[in-house]
């Protein structure tokens, strides 16, 4: 079966500090993989999303950044900081493009910047 | 452009009672709908989802939801609340004939069920 792995689960980062999240899947190939980023426990905003390796595509335009380094790795990173960057950091991974599939999460990253 | 919108924020329900949180949608073909329940600091969990045939859906943990086509609803349903449902529940829509579209998620209602 697949699961899906985030880390670390809690982050306190000072302002202007870089970031890594790390989020990777096991037991399936070529997922699509997403970061959500959800603020104080309401709405999903959808940040980056990636068919492939090396593929990445950008919905809201920001100091973060995402990489898929390899097939089932995807890795939101900054260099640096913001306040405004707190939140809590949702990896999700489907397989194929019907549009019929279900979206698997990740356990979440909390992420707070002092 | 796809839009979800559960109109409540928080619905609360005695324990035992049916409880209903509501969704619309618009899209601009076929929807493809998803709920999804969120406990405290953990990641959203699948619970149903309408693609297509009957309106009604089943799902985990007693959920069901019924797909109103004319209505534009998704509204999920539970016959008996359980103190243990207590939660943020999202609802999220895709439109079928547009593949590379993503999900677009609905604000979130908390539930709270009381003893």
């Known amino acids: 079966s697949q699961t899906i792995h985030q880390w670390p689960a809690t982050l306190v980062q000072p302002v202007g500090s870089p970031l890594s999240l790390e989020c990777t899947v096991e037991?399936?190939?070529?997922?699509?993989l997403y970061w959500y980023r959800q603020a104080a426990g309401r709405g999903l905003q959808l940040l980056f999303y990636?068919?492939?390796?090396?593929?990445i595509s950008s919905e809201v335009p920001q100091n973060l950044s995402a990489s898929r380094p390899q097939d089932r790795q995807f890795i939101l990173s900054s260099k640096k900081l913001l306040l405004s960057d707190s939140g809590f950091y949702l990896c999700?991974?489907?397989?194929?493009?019907?549009?019929?599939?279900?979206?698997?999460f990740g356990p979440g990253t909390r992420l707070l910047v002092l | 452009a796809q839009s979800v919108a559960q109109p409540e924020d928080q619905v609360n329900v005695a324990e035992g009672n049916p409880l209903t949180v509501k969704c619309t949608y618009s899209v601009s073909g076929n929807p493809y709908l998803f709920w999804y329940v969120q406990y405290p600091n953990r990641g959203l969990q699948f619970l149903l989802k309408?693609?297509?045939?009957?309106?009604l859906v089943k799902g985990s943990y007693g959920f069901e939801a019924e797909f109103n086509k004319s209505q534009t609803s998704f509204h999920l349903k539970k016959p008996s609340a359980l103190v243990s449902d207590s939660a943020l529940y999202f609802c999220a829509v895709r439109e079928a004939a547009n593949y590379g579209q993503n999900f677009v998620f609905g604000p979130g209602t908390r539930l709270s069920v009381l003893p």
């Open positions: 037991g399936t190939s070529n997922p699509n």
């Open positions: 309408y693609i297509t045939g009957d309106n």
């Open positions: 999700a991974w489907t397989i194929g493009a019907s549009g019929t599939e279900t979206q698997y």
């Open positions: 990636s068919v492939g390796i090396g593929q």
